[in-house]
């Protein structure tokens, strides 16, 4: 008995040893993805920025990772796959393929993008840390549900409310509503966007007053074209019946439920990428309700050659806008083709309208993109004008 026992005891301890030692096996200088499940160890993230993927499928006959190439089977039924290129720091998409089959990776943590359910990596952004989770006190995301008449569905939105906001039960909050972009949701700022750690870092070190943030679905998630239907006619279609819904449901929605500042210039609207044009068709013909505009790498477009007439003719008064519209920003990455929006930009400083450009260095149309837009423009909101 007692040399049964002992081989258990010596058992017992050549266990942990025998998983330190697989631990260590991991390639050299690589560290988990901050979006992996907790105790998966892949895909894992290099300091060259080379991501180092690893999927068990013994039974496969073809595993791929999107954008990044054929996996190579090895003999313990694993497919591994090494980035050939440094990946660019920031979050970014992918899927695994099985046999054609798009899937998330399930050692990863779901995120809506590109119209589905994917995973996403993290390339750490070295000595940058404005978006990451610091010893700060912290706002909180909720959902707040309500019944749409103009799209006959229950919806949500979800709600960022400041760390201070349960502390002081009788002071109200201006209120930045945020849009996310084409194949995204609700979720996506918070998730991919990390807005929350954003505005708790912001708010912290007093670089942005106190605010409620609101995301709401821009009906974006899938473009498609209807039977009949030319792709200029589906695009028009697509999400246009959101600014009713964002005015005449959601504003009343979350005036009603939250401590809200309810004049225009306690009200912003910002988006990225079709969420901008949400916002330009949204705040632009209602600006007795919108104080504050952000477009970020904006789908939308305005025709400098009709600035008179264009959205009901908001530019056409150039004192009354800029005497409207506190902060008019327009940011937009280096690698995204920045000279659309620089050239937007120029054009109304020409025509006398106020905006601020911001061009976000090395990125593209990418939420590093958008997370450094929101870090630029929440700090100019609700200031004494």
């Known amino acids: 008995m007692k040399n049964v026992l002992k081989l258990i005891f010596s058992s017992l301890l050549v266990l942990p040893l025998a998983m330190n030692a697989q631990q260590q096996s991991f390639p050299a200088g690589t560290i988990p993805n901050e979006h992996n499940i907790n105790g998966a160890d892949y895909p894992?993230?290099?300091?060259?920025?080379?991501?180092?993927?690893?999927?068990?499928?013994?039974?496969?006959?073809?595993?791929?990772?999107?954008?990044?190439?054929?996996?190579?089977?090895?003999?313990?039924?694993?497919?591994?796959?090494?980035?050939?290129?440094p990946e660019v720091v920031g979050f970014h998409y992918y899927q695994v393929i099985i046999d054609g089959v798009s899937t998330a990776d399930p050692n990863g943590k779901p995120f809506f993008g590109m119209g589905k359910w994917v995973s996403g990596i993290e390339i750490p952004e070295k000595g940058v840390d404005y978006y990451s989770i610091k010893n700060v006190p912290h706002g909180l995301i909720s959902q707040s549900w309500y019944y749409s008449d103009i799209r006959k569905e229950w919806r949500r939105c979800i709600v960022y409310t400041p760390a201070e906001y349960d502390k002081n039960p009788t002071k109200k909050y201006p209120v930045l509503y945020l849009q996310h972009g084409m194949g995204e949701n609700e979720t996506s700022w918070a998730n991919q966007g990390k807005m929350n750690f954003i505005m708790?870092?912001?708010?912290?070190?007093?670089?942005?007053?106190?605010?409620?943030?609101?995301?709401?679905?821009?009906?974006?998630?899938?473009?498609?074209?209807?039977?009949?239907?030319?792709?200029?006619?589906?695009?028009?279609?697509?999400?246009?019946?959101?600014?009713?819904i964002l005015v005449n449901e959601i504003i009343p929605h979350i005036e009603s439920n939250f401590r809200t500042l309810t004049d225009r210039d306690n009200r912003a609207m910002a988006g990225l990428s079709w969420g901008g044009l949400l916002t330009f068709n949204t705040t632009l013909n209602n600006l007795d309700k919108f104080a504050y505009i952000g477009g970020f790498s904006g789908a939308g477009s305005i025709d400098l050659k009709q600035l008179d007439s264009v959205y009901g003719g908001a530019f056409k008064d150039r004192k009354a806008f800029n005497d409207k519209v506190h902060t008019f920003f327009l940011g937009i990455g280096s690698e995204e083709r920045p000279e659309r929006t620089k050239n937007l930009s120029d054009g109304l400083k020409a025509a006398g309208i106020n905006n601020i450009y911001y061009e976000s260095p090395g990125t593209a149309h990418e939420f590093l993109t958008w997370r450094r837009c929101l870090k630029e423009f929440a700090p100019l909101l609700f200031r004494t004008k």
Do not use: C
């Open 44 to 85: 894992r993230i290099g300091e060259d920025r080379r991501v180092h993927f690893r999927i068990h499928a013994p039974n496969a006959q073809k595993v791929e990772i999107s954008f990044r190439g054929e996996m190579t089977k090895e003999a313990d039924g694993y497919w591994s796959l090494i980035s050939k290129e």
């Open 200 to 244: 708790d870092n912001l708010i912290a070190e007093g670089k942005a007053k106190p605010m409620i943030v609101v995301m709401d679905n821009g009906n974006i998630e899938v473009f498609k074209t209807n039977p009949g239907e030319t792709p200029d006619e589906a695009r028009r279609r697509f999400g246009s019946d959101f600014p009713s």
